[in-house]
């Protein structure tokens, strides 16, 4: 597991996993595309607008998820010195902009027909959408600041007061009312979901998460190729 | 007292320099030479903990920096190379809070020689913003008087003072070491003062 | 007081301080972040004079009725209280008898003037055929929440 | 009782740098008087709106007005050096954003506090809830200030893009708004709102020491 802390190592291993990683992506995204439009269900009451889920949740969930793991790489490198840390969170942050965009306007397009709304402010809509913000202050922080030292280690500072949002985004459907529905899926209770339903959205989750971890490599080559260089 | 040993400092995977050591006794006077860009200000502030040394390591009193951090700020005085001193106040105000703030043990007709010997005696009323540059340079020197520490780090001294400071300085400098301070500075010209020890950086 | 102490300090501090908060928070947050209020926290509570509020509930069964082609009539319930509901505009897709709704406007003697009405779905998702099916052979009982 | 007394001496040094620069702080009220002139000019004759909207226009305007002084808060003293000398002065530097952080909060915020009862009534808002508006502005900016000494002190190296303080401390201070202003809408709750906000300000206030403090660490290692 060292590629996960170490840059050259990283680079070797990304050598490797990139191309299969891409394939793999457009197959889940050729088969949960064909799942989520001929062979999954409608939905007993929303009919076929549901299929917005299968856009929806997994960009939401690869946001939150993405962000988790920036938290943890930003703690691990302030507290045990580790710059692959700050490398990851410079080059993740506009993924998982771009994972809470796709989250938010699909959940718009969703919202129009059935809440008969695009937006509402009630606690899950608005902490997603703080979400999207604390992605792009990452971003602009990183643009920002001459000085490449202190520029990361803000990056990582702000990554993690900006954690307290995580928990508030997932519990802000069970502590308070809102116009959002309560998590479908969670890890104690039984799926409220239909198996039929349920396989597209966990291989469009997987698609998502393929495309993201391709971009990531990407990204993240890039970054430290430019380290290298001096050039940021 | 202080002793560096094997000091390295890498910043964005840049050597700044490479093991340095040196030992800093009462009674001596430590110069700093290099051009500019050489790292001296970054010597001087790992020496003050604030900079984290890549290899190396620095004691004090015979234990480990980090471990004795408080006894050493309790021992050192430092000036960089910005003034300190508050703008919008006056000079009496300055001193004043100077002198609060460090609780210095020095009476108020030693701080009026060494105002005197600095000619500043005649602006205490004015403001510092209206100081020349050269002069709120002095004022700050007037903080090693406060502070009354043992050990002095000094960041760059004698850049814009006149011939006459610079002879001030040397006095005060030989006065400290008398009384078995230590002295640490950067300077990059060839300032003509009895020195200890000589560091090329 | 060393730099040591001071840090050994702040840690004790912030320990204490950040439980103290969780603590108050979690004591105090769960009624007042709310996006809508139930129809049986709105017959207890005096802030409904003139004042435009969301409740959210659910449509009655068999107390929807179409005046005209763009006005309506319904019950909100949350099955302890209900409040008398009228709308003039376009219903979302989703509304109707038995499902969730959140709906915005004023009181007006007794009477709720809705000017937004929002259906609310729940986080069930269930092939419409199997719906079909269920029903056919009686076994259909789901009551909404 | 020697750390004792450096710090009252501390508060003496910023009594005295705020003192000398009391018009700053004036010119700040002015400024939050004048927006509270334009917005009543603005919404018009009708004592409803104002009184139904004031809480939020004063809560904007707090926030303007805090986000405006932040420059002050620890750039001058990085700048001159004077923190460094706190510094080797014997104060940590999670222990120098604490002190800063009541300093702003003493020398900038109060006098807002002391201004906003006259707001308040300029612009019609009930007398009876005064008493809770005023602990939850109070409450409130005292917060103000720890998320301002967090965006400040990241933003000491940054000397591009000052506006990205101001955006940081916004965002962060959502969830005062959200409950704060809950309290005009509100007829009763008025304690576990005030116990929600305590509870926030509890929170961030015990961040900005860490935050705060590995950011100046991080300017002064890296100026």
């Given at each position: 597991m060292k590629f996960l802390v170490n840059p050259s190592k990283f680079n070797e291993i990304a050598d490797y996993i990139f191309k299969p990683v891409l394939v793999l992506s457009i197959l889940f995204f050729a088969l949960g595309l064909l799942f989520s439009f001929y062979l999954s269900p409608d939905d007993y009451q929303q009919g076929s607008t549901v299929r917005i889920m299968y856009v929806h949740v997994p960009s939401a969930w690869l946001a939150l998820l993405t962000y988790a793991i920036m938290t943890f790489y930003s703690i691990a490198a302030l507290a045990f010195r580790m710059p692959f840390g700050f490398i990851f969170n410079t080059a993740v942050a506009p993924i998982g902009a771009i994972f809470t965009l796709i989250c938010i306007i699909s959940g718009s397009l969703w919202g129009k027909p059935m809440w008969g709304t695009w937006w509402v402010w009630d606690a899950r809509l608005t902490s997603v959408a703080i979400l999207f913000i604390i992605y792009l202050i990452i971003i602009f922080i990183n643009l920002s600041f001459e000085n490449r030292v202190v520029r990361e280690k803000v990056v990582a500072i702000f990554v993690i007061v900006g954690s307290v949002n995580l928990p508030i985004i997932k519990f802000s459907v069970d502590w308070w009312n809102t116009l959002h529905q309560p998590a479908t899926i969670s890890k104690l209770a039984k799926p409220s979901i239909d198996p039929s339903m349920m396989t597209p959205l966990i291989i469009m989750t997987f698609a998502f998460m393929m495309i993201g971890v391709a971009i990531a490599i990407l990204r993240i080559k890039t970054e430290i190729i430019s380290r290298k260089s001096n050039l940021s | 007292m202080l002793i560096v040993k094997d000091l390295s400092i890498e910043r964005l995977d840049k050597k700044i320099f490479e093991n340095i050591s040196l030992s800093l006794a009462p009674g001596n006077i430590t110069i700093l030479k290099g051009k500019n860009g050489s790292g001296k200000t970054t010597l001087l502030k790992a020496i003050l903990n604030l900079i984290e040394p890549s290899f190396g390591s620095i004691y004090w009193k015979g234990k480990l920096l980090k471990k004795n951090l408080y006894d050493f700020y309790n021992n050192v005085t430092y000036i960089s190379d910005t003034t300190s001193s508050l703008k919008k106040l006056t000079l009496a105000d300055n001193i004043n809070i100077w002198k609060k703030f460090f609780i210095s043990n020095i009476n108020d007709t030693q701080i009026e020689i060494a105002l005197k010997t600095l000619k500043l005696d005649n602006y205490l009323d004015k403001k510092v913003g209206t100081l020349s540059f050269g002069e709120t340079k002095k004022l700050e020197f007037l903080r090693l008087i406060i502070e009354n520490k043992n050990v002095w780090v000094l960041d760059e001294p004698l850049s814009n003072l006149d011939d006459d400071s610079i002879e001030l300085m040397k006095q005060t400098f030989e006065d400290h070491c008398e009384k078995q301070g230590s002295i640490i500075f950067s300077s990059h010209q060839n300032p003509g003062i009895y020195v200890t020890e000589e560091m090329q950086l | 007081m060393s730099l040591r102490f001071q840090r050994l300090l702040l840690i004790f501090l912030t320990l204490v301080i950040l439980l103290s908060a969780v603590l108050l928070i979690l004591y105090n947050t769960r009624e007042n972040v709310s996006y809508f209020y139930t129809p049986s926290e709105i017959n207890k509570s005096d802030m409904i004079i003139n004042k435009i509020i969301r409740i959210g509930g659910f449509v009655e069964n068999d107390s929807f009725k179409k005046i005209s082609s763009s006005s309506f009539k319904f019950r909100i319930t949350d099955e302890k209280a209900s409040i008398l509901v009228t709308f003039n505009g376009i219903l979302p897709d989703l509304f109707r008898e038995g499902q969730g709704a959140v709906i915005e406007g004023t009181f007006d003697n007794n009477v709720f003037n809705a000017t937004n009405v929002f259906a609310k779905h729940d986080e069930n998702y269930m092939p419409a055929s199997i719906k079909e099916g269920l029903r056919d052979t009686g076994y259909w009982n789901k009551k909404y929440k | 009782m020697k750390f004792l007394k450096k710090i009252i001496f501390f508060y003496y040094r910023e009594y005295k740098l705020n003192m000398s620069g009391v018009q700053d702080i004036l010119t700040n009220i002015v400024f939050f008087f004048l927006s509270v002139f334009i917005f009543i000019f603005s919404i018009g004759p009708d004592k409803e709106t104002i009184s139904t909207v004031g809480v939020a226009i004063v809560w904007t305007l707090l926030l303007l007005s805090s986000t405006l002084s932040l420059r002050k808060f620890y750039q001058d003293d990085f700048e001159n050096g004077n923190l460094l000398i706190i510094h080797l002065n014997g104060f940590s530097f999670g222990f120098i954003t604490i002190l800063k952080t009541f300093s702003h909060f003493l020398f900038v915020q109060v006098p807002f506090l002391l201004s906003i009862p006259i707001a308040c009534i300029l612009l019609n808002i009930p007398n009876d809830k005064l008493l809770y508006l005023f602990t939850s502005f109070g409450i409130g900016s005292l917060t103000l200030s720890c998320l301002g000494s967090i965006s400040s002190s990241m933003n000491?190296?940054?000397?591009?893009?000052?506006?990205l303080g101001s955006v940081i401390v916004m965002i962060f201070s959502v969830p005062i708004i959200i409950f704060s202003v809950g309290i005009i809408n509100m007829a009763q709750n008025f304690n576990s709102l005030i116990n929600i906000l305590f509870g926030i300000l509890l929170i961030v206030f015990a961040i900005n020491p860490w935050a705060s403090g590995l950011c100046l660490k991080l300017s002064i290692e890296n100026n």
């Open positions: - | - | - | 000491l190296m940054n000397q591009r893009n000052f506006l």
